[in-house]
């Protein structure tokens, strides 16, 4: 079955990175479109990057210039990359096989100030 396993994330202080990892099993990974979300408490889950079969990237406003999402069909994963990291940023990513009801785990990130 379809599996997605998310790492990477972890406590930072503000102006710091972190490399969020997604591993994905059960598909052919280079013909799928994927993508992160993040959610915070209160708040309905939102799109932070994206990146199609071909490597077409989608950013969200709030994180172009400071993410980078990419991926590497070698290894079925895909990354997100985050610079520059803000209080706001915090909250719970995920990945996910776009348009697909299939979804990882989620991983943790906190941004202190």
């Known amino acids: 079955q379809v599996q997605l396993v998310e790492s990477g994330g972890g406590w930072v202080q503000a102006g710091g990175s972190l490399r969020l990892s997604c591993v994905v099993s059960?598909?052919?990974?280079?013909?799928?479109?994927m993508a992160w979300y993040r959610q915070t408490p209160g708040k309905e889950r939102e799109l932070v990057a994206s990146?199609?079969?071909?490597?077409?990237?989608y950013y969200a406003d709030s994180a172009k210039g400071r993410f980078t999402i990419s991926r590497d069909n070698a290894r079925n994963t895909v990354y997100l990359q985050m610079n520059s990291l803000k209080p706001d940023d915090t909250g719970v990513y995920y990945c996910?096989?776009?348009?697909?009801?299939?979804w990882g785990q989620g991983t943790q990130v906190t941004v202190s100030s």
């Open positions: 059960g598909t052919i990974f280079s013909i799928t479109p």
């Open positions: 990146i199609s079969s071909r490597s077409k990237e």
């Open positions: 996910t096989w776009s348009g697909t009801g299939y």
